[in-house]
Every structure is written in structure tokens, then in C-alpha cells.
């Protein structure tokens, strides 16, 4: 009796153990791959600073309704991202952090979404799994990172999907509503939720929320031949949940601005997908190298699942519900941004968490009943980068010139990367036991905690002031230059627009014809020979260590 319960007791306490464990590990990965470091660097491309300057302004103006740039009315985006940077400058001050906490949140509620449902329809391990991969992968950690829309607007979508399955019938229920017309009390709240998170998505990118959602579900229909459960979407509840939470901004914003949908629907919208005036021209196949590029380290294996899922369906077996509205949602997405007259890596985003899903799941199924071939591809895809990274960090020429400072850190970073594959790939190809597979799960995560947590170590001989302003910026104020009287010549979009947010202006270009004393700033090494002999021209940046790049001439009248 007294062997049995201390046997029983022991057991237990190692199952309490264990996850313990597991939850700290989970929560380490969330806070390591989806917070740390946000304000790392300064503002990136052209994009971050005019984003934060217009959450900046608002605070600064009191308007929350029209998103202003520089005073004029800017109305590429919708609210989402400027409410939610707005709100942290106010909540956390005013930084780069701060502009970049709204992605780093919607990642987090994406992933918690996504493994709800993983748990609901897979069980703990496959949510246990998709915790710890998809957070790992380079597009959640580098978009979660980035002062922009495109990870809100996925991550409301994201969590719109998941509300949507469960209206659907795709996660088991007590009971099960007979037609669209009504819900049962279980699925209510889901019907809330699926509007009130694709109000936010519309709120954050516009109506291809609704298109993508829209086009998922009528392809998954169409499939499964399940019209009727597809029409619980169109239920009041979600409807007026979706109303409420989109309409009154672009109600709003109308009223204000009547060139409001004519600027926002036609031009940003309409034109942007159908026509390549906004210069985003690319190939059809540009979105494959980036997705492939976005789940690395786990590339190989999608890779890998691509193929024998292949191999598996022509043998006869068929897909699931679950399975079907899942690559119909990432097929859909990857389909409708193909077709698109303008393409950019984050459009594609939407379907990185849902493809990161369906790896993670192929992981604990298939890769059971496969695990030789699986081991093998991965070792032998992840001895490819190895070769790869050591051949980036030791020769010059193409595309490692376009590098520069960073060849060597990059060449690390993946090479250290590249160790989670292997790990994973080993442990398959070794044994089938689940504590394997449990083991390699927690050594597989543990170089990217470990390379994040050395970010600073490893970038600190890269010259982070190369592709932010910040820099740049903070060395004009310490010079106490007068931003009234800078000019400048010749700068890249991402260089002037980073500088116009860090000096709070919008700089002025030079004008050889103009007269008055004029600081000229241009981003190649100039010479006062250069310049108007009617100035008297004097050096100041010209030989300044760091900033090589740019040059800094004092000009002034002669008398």
C-alpha cells in the first residue's frame, strides 16, 4: 500500500516537473524571440520612421482619426498600427521599443491563438511543438520586430481564422448548431470573436482581410462541400461584431477627409494590386524563396512535408477537415499576393503562422511513421546552409559584396541556426522513443535562444548606423547643427525619411541657386571644390570616423 502511493506521488511530482519545465521553456522562447531587442537598432527602410512619426503626431495633435505625415493627411495604411504605437509611446515613452510593441504583441496572440486550436484539434504535444517553432522562425521573429502594420494585420487575422474554424464545426463541440441561422452557446462567443478580430484586421491593412478570409473559407467549402456550416459566418452575431469594430474609423475618416476612399480604396488598394505603379514589380515565383526564407531554421522541414504529404495523398490517404481549411487558407493567401501586380515580403505574411502549423504537424504524425527519410533530409538540408554560411563568410564577390559589414555576423547567425536542424534531424534518425523527440525539441530551440541572447556580442563590430539614421541623427544634434539651415542631397529613402522622425522635420533638399548660410549633408564623400564659388565652403564630416560615408560641408555667402 505505502509502495503504491509513494510510487503514484513520485510519478506525479515528475509529471508536475516536467511541465514546469516545459512552460518555462515555452514562455522564455516567447518573451526571447518576440520582445527582446526591440529597440536593438533605429528605425529601419523608409518605412518604421514614417509610421512612428504619424503615432507620434497623434499624440502630439489629439487626432486620433486622421493619420497625418509631416501635417498632410497620409492615408496608406489604415489606424490599427498608429493607434497601437501611439498608445505605448504614451504608456512607455518614446521609442523605437515602444513603436515596435504593437507587432511583437500580435505575434504573441497569433501564436497562443494558433496553439488553442492545435491543442483542441491535435493534442498537447503538437501545440507543445508549434510554440516553440513558430516563434523561432525568422519571419514571426523578424516582422515582430518591425514598427509596421503587416504583423498586426496578420496577427488579427490569424486569430480571426482560428474563431472562424471553431464557428465551422472544424473543433469539436458538445453540440453542434443544425443551420447558419443559429449558434449554439459554445460557438457565440468564437462568432464575437471571428468579427471582432477581422474588424481589427480590416482596421489594419484594409479590405484584404476579407478577401483572404473570404477566399480561405469558399475554397474550404468548395472542397469539403460543407456550404452550410461555411454560412455560420454570415450569422448576425459576427456581422454586427465586424460592423462595430471596423466601420465607425472609416465612417470617420471619411467625414473628415473626402478624398479619404478615393486615396486609401482606389490608389493603395485597387492600383496597388492591379497595376505596378507603386514600383513593386516581381517575378511570379518571389514569394517561394521567401517563404522558404521566413521558416528557416525549419525549412527543411517544409521541405520535407511538402514531399511526402505528396506521396501520402496519391497513396490514397485523404485530408481532413482541419487539413483542408488550413491549405486552403495558406494556399489561398500565397495565391492571392502571386497574382498581384506588386509584391513585398511582408504581403505574405498572413500564411507563414498557418504553413507553420502544418509543419508542425507533420512533425508529429508523418514524421513518425518516416522519420529515416526525415532525418535525413534534414541533416542533409542543414549541412547545405552549413556549407553555404561558410562559404558567405569567408568569400567576397555578388552577392555577399551587397553585405558589406554584416557577411561575417549573418554567416554566423545562420551557421549557428542550421544546429536546430540538425539536432532535430539527428534525434528522428536515432529513435522513435517520445523522450527523444521531447529532448529535441528543447536542444533544437536552444541555439536560437542562445544566438538572441549574444545578439549584441555577435553584431558588435557591424555598423548598425549603416542601415538606421539614428546614428546619423544623434551626431547632427551633438554637433548642434541648426536643423533649419540643413540641407541635403542625394540620401536614400530610408536615410531621409529615419532622419525626418530622429529631427523632427521634414528636411529640406539642396538648391545650388539658393543663398544663405546652409549645411549640406549628402551620403558620398563631397569636396568644397564642388560647390558654387560664390559660397565659402568649409568641411565638417568629411574625415569623421564611423561616418565615412556621408559628408557634412558648412556654406556660407561671400560678401
Known amino acids: 500500500m505505502t509502495d503504491t502511493t509513494n510510487h503514484v506521488t513520485e510519478e506525479q511530482r515528475t509529471s508536475s516537473g516536467a511541465r514546469i519545465g516545459w512552460a518555462v521553456l515555452i514562455l522564455a522562447t516567447l518573451y526571447v524571440c518576440y520582445f527582446s531587442h526591440l529597440g536593438a537598432i533605429g528605425f529601419v527602410g ?36 498608429y493607434w497601437g504605437a501611439a498608445l505605448c509611446f504614451k504608456l512607455f515613452g518614446l521609442s523605437e521599443a515602444a513603436a515596435r510593441l504593437p507587432s511583437a504583441v500580435s505575434a504573441l496572440l497569433a501564436t497562443l491563438a494558433l496553439a488553442w486550436l492545435a491543442l483542441r484539434l491535435y493534442g498537447v504535444e503538437t501545440a507543445r511543438w508549434l510554440l516553440l517553432l513558430l516563434p523561432t522562425t525568422v519571419g514571426m521573429i ?51 470573436l471571428f468579427g471582432f478580430s477581422l474588424g481589427l484586421a480590416v482596421l489594419a491593412k484594409g479590405p484584404a482581410a476579407i478577401i483572404l478570409c473570404g477566399g480561405a473559407v469558399f475554397f474550404w ?63 511570379f515565383w518571389f514569394y517561394v524563396p521567401i517563404i522558404l526564407l521566413a521558416l528557416f531554421p525549419w525549412t527543411a522541414v517544409l521541405v520535407w512535408t511538402l514531399f511526402q504529404s505528396s506521396f501520402s495523398f496519391k497513396r490514397g490517404r485523404r485530408l481532413t477537415g482541419a487539413t483542408c481549411f488550413f491549405l486552403s487558407w495558406g494556399g489561398f493567401c500565397v495565391a492571392f499576393f502571386t497574382i498581384s501586380q506588386s509584391k513585398l515580403p511582408g504581403y505574405i505574411l498572413p500564411a507563414i503562422p498557418v504553413v507553420g502549423l502544418l509543419i508542425v504537424r507533420s512533425i508529429s504524425s508523418l514524421a513518425l511513421e518516416h522519420r529515416k527519410s526525415f532525418g535525413i533530409t534534414l541533416l542533409a538540408l542543414a549541412l547545405a546552409v552549413v556549407s553555404l554560411s561558410l562559404v558567405l563568410g569567408w568569400t567576397n564577390g555578388g552577392l555577399v559584396e551587397k553585405l558589406g559589414a554584416f557577411q561575417a555576423p549573418v554567416a554566423v547567425v ?34 536560437i535562444i542562445i544566438s538572441f541572447g549574444y545578439v549584441d556580442a555577435i553584431f558588435s563590430y557591424t555598423p548598425t548606423f549603416v542601415i538606421s539614421s ?23 529613402r530610408s536615410t531621409r525619411y529615419g532622419l525626418n522622425f530622429y529631427l523632427r522635420t521634414d528636411l529640406t533638399d539642396w538648391d ?24 565659402i565652403c568649409s568641411d565638417l564630416w568629411v574625415e569623421r570616423e564611423r561616418l565615412d560615408t556621408f559628408t557634412i560641408l558648412h556654406l556660407t555667402p561671400k560678401r
Open 512 to 535: 545650388r541657386n539658393s543663398s544663405g548660410e546652409v549645411y549640406l549633408l549628402d551620403d558620398r564623400r563631397l569636396s568644397c571644390g564642388e560647390q558654387p564659388e560664390e559660397m
Open 221 to 283: 467549402a468548395l472542397f469539403t462541400k460543407r456550404w452550410r456550416d461555411a454560412f455560420r459566418l454570415l450569422h448576425p452575431t459576427p456581422l454586427i461584431a465586424f460592423c462595430l469594430t471596423a466601420l465607425p474609423w472609416y465612417i470617420l475618416c471619411a467625414r473628415r477627409n473626402p478624398d479619404f476612399f478615393r486615396v486609401f480604396i482606389i490608389e493603395h488598394n485597387f492600383k496597388r494590386y492591379l497595376t505596378p505603379e507603386f514600383q513593386h514589380v516581381q517575378p
Open 414 to 447: 545562420v551557421l549557428f541556426l542550421a544546429f536546430s536542424t540538425i539536432i532535430l534531424g539527428t534525434a528522428f534518425l536515432c529513435s522513435a522513443k517520445r523522450s527523444a523527440r521531447s529532448l529535441s525539441l528543447v536542444l533544437s530551440v536552444m541555439p
Open 46 to 81: 523608409p518605412d518604421e520612421p514614417r509610421y512612428a512619426w504619424i503615432a507620434r503626431d497623434m499624440i502630439e495633435t489629439g487626432d486620433w482619426i486622421t493619420p497625418r505625415l509631416y501635417g498632410k493627411p497620409w492615408f496608406e495604411k489604415p489606424v490599427l498600427y
Open 470 to 492: 539614428r546614428y546619423l541623427a544623434h551626431e547632427i544634434q551633438a554637433d548642434e547643427i541648426p536643423i533649419d539651415k540643413l540641407r541635403v542631397s542625394r540620401l536614400t
Open 142 to 192: 523578424g516582422f515582430s520586430h518591425a514598427a509596421a502594420p503587416d504583423m498586426p494585420f496578420s496577427g488579427m487575422l490569424t486569430i480571426a481564422m482560428v474563431a472562424a474554424a471553431v464557428v465551422i464545426g472544424l473543433v469539436p463541440q458538445t453540440a453542434a448548431p443544425s443551420s447558419f441561422v443559429s449558434l449554439t452557446s459554445s460557438t457565440s462567443l468564437a462568432a464575437v
